[in-house]
C-alpha cells in the first residue's frame, strides 16, 4: 500500500514539476549563445554553439582551454536545466551547470575547469 503510494507520488511528480526525471532534446538550446566567462581574476568571452544534441564551445583568453572551438562531449537538457562537458586542449574537461531562464534567451551558472570554479552568463545571439 504504502509502495504503490510513493509510486503514485513520484509519477505524478512531473506534472507538478516539469523537469523532473525528465531528460529532453535540444531543440529548445540549438543555436549560437555567447556571453563572459569567469575564473577567478581571468576573463574572457564564450561562444557556445548546439545543435543536434551536440555542438562546441570556444572561450577567448584561455590559454589551456585553446583558442580553438572544442567539441560538447557531453550535453543534458533537464527542463531549465542544461549540463555540459567539454576537454579543452589540455585534455581536462570543463564542466558546466547553467539554469535557462523562462523566455529562453539567457543561460547563466557554474562549473569547473582545472579545479577552479568557473562562471558563465550566456545569452542567445542566434538560431
Do not use: C, H
Amino acid at each position: 500500500m504504502m509502495r504503490t503510494i510513493w509510486l503514485a507520488l513520484l509519477a505524478g511528480s512531473t506534472a507538478f514539476f516539469p523537469g523532473v526525471g525528465l531528460t529532453q532534446g535540444t531543440a529548445a538550446i540549438d543555436g549560437t549563445w555567447e556571453g563572459p566567462w569567469y575564473r577567478g581574476m581571468s576573463s574572457g568571452r564564450a561562444k557556445l554553439q548546439i545543435a543536434d544534441n551536440g555542438g562546441s564551445l570556444q572561450l577567448s583568453n584561455a590559454e589551456t582551454f585553446g583558442a580553438v572551438p572544442q567539441p560538447v562531449t557531453k550535453l543534458a537538457v533537464n527542463g531549465d536545466e542544461v549540463s555540459l562537458r567539454v576537454n579543452g586542449e589540455s585534455g581536462l574537461p570543463l564542466t558546466l551547470e547553467l539554469k535557462l531562464n523562462a523566455k529562453g534567451d539567457q543561460m547563466k551558472g557554474m562549473g569547473k575547469y582545472e579545479g577552479f570554479g568557473v562562471r558563465m552568463e550566456l545569452q542567445r545571439t542566434g538560431g
